[in-house]
């Protein structure tokens, strides 16, 4: 989880990047082209304004977000990168922008604390890196073979040991080309049941919660008794039953109206609707 620093405006923010990153303000200052008094002056409050140039160039010095360093999230974490800093090409971002890419499954692998080690392998399987140092283990092997027949042709009575010897030797050989794929791919599959039993994990609680809350639900209809008055269940009453869970969410009360005003319409709506038909 991103680190989060307490509410702060922007000198806060800057001075706590500074402390945090063990540089001086005058460094800072160099970094961004500000001269170190303009910068003081603005770090001590003499001058208000600090362009928005500077804040943008701060900010990607630090590596976190403008809305960080303007107050505006306690959370420094970058949320948008340039094309050109994620190195990604102009048909990769098309794809995202598009919605062709699921972003949600694209986001699960690249967080998965293994998918790196995938991307290394994908990359020595197209530069052949692999490949070529299996080919050279597998011609070392066959020289050791070569030369235990060799022992075998010159010492006769240890002719069969000799070639046992080089045949347990070639069985050690491995087809170049099955080697990056056979890791390529189990690494892959362990990711996807990760991801899986992740998935499945995030399920199950969520079926937890939904039963709790219904529970609760259920206890704000009956009021304590063993069964439910159906002649009361207004649309009224149950957006009032629904409410009164939600809101020990601790919603803010802005909030919690809107969506008080929304539920009760979709419940008249539906009231409407079956008297229709």
């Known amino acids: 989880m991103p680190h989060a620093y307490l509410p702060g405006d922007t000198r806060q923010r800057i001075q706590d990047m500074i402390k945090d990153n063990e540089i001086t303000q005058a460094e800072l200052a160099g970094r961004i082209g500000l001269s170190e008094s303009a910068f003081s002056r603005f770090l001590q409050g003499k001058t208000e304004m600090l362009g928005d140039g500077y804040i943008i160039r701060i900010a990607k010095y630090f590596n976190v977000s403008t809305d960080f360093l303007l107050g505006e999230t306690d959370i420094p974490d970058r949320k948008n990168y340039d094309i050109?800093?994620?190195?990604?090409s102009a048909e990769s971002a098309r794809l995202l922008y598009t919605g062709k890419i699921d972003s949600g499954i694209l986001n699960l692998l690249l967080e998965h604390p293994k998918f790196p080690q995938l991307v290394s392998l994908l990359a020595r399987y197209r530069d052949d890196t692999m490949r070529a140092g299996v080919s050279v283990m597998n011609q070392n092997l066959s020289f050791l073979?070569?030369?235990?027949?060799?022992?075998?042709r010159a010492f006769p009575e240890d002719a069969d040991s000799a070639k046992q010897a080089a045949k347990d030797v070639q069985q050690q050989k491995v087809p170049a080309v099955n080697v990056d794929l056979t890791a390529i791919q189990n690494l892959f599959s362990q990711i996807v049941r990760d991801i899986r039993s992740s998935a499945d994990s995030i399920s199950e609680n969520s079926k937890a919660v939904t039963a709790e809350v219904l529970e609760q639900i259920r206890?704000?209809?009956?009021?304590?008794?063993?069964?439910?008055d159906l002649s009361s269940l207004t649309s009224e009453y149950l957006t009032n039953a629904v409410m009164q869970t939600i809101a020990r969410s601790g919603i803010p009360e802005e909030s919690l109206?809107?969506?008080?005003?929304?539920?009760?319409?979709?419940?008249?709506?539906m009231?409407?609707?079956?008297?229709d038909e």
Request: charged fraction near 30%.
């Open 84 to 88: 050109e800093e994620l190195g990604l």
């Open 145 to 152: 073979s070569s030369l235990l027949l060799g022992q075998a």
């Open 219 to 228: 206890q704000e209809l009956t009021k304590g008794q063993d069964a439910v």
């Open 257 to 269: 109206q809107e969506l008080r005003s929304a539920f009760q319409k979709l419940l008249d709506d």
């Open 271 to 275: 009231k409407v609707r079956d008297h």
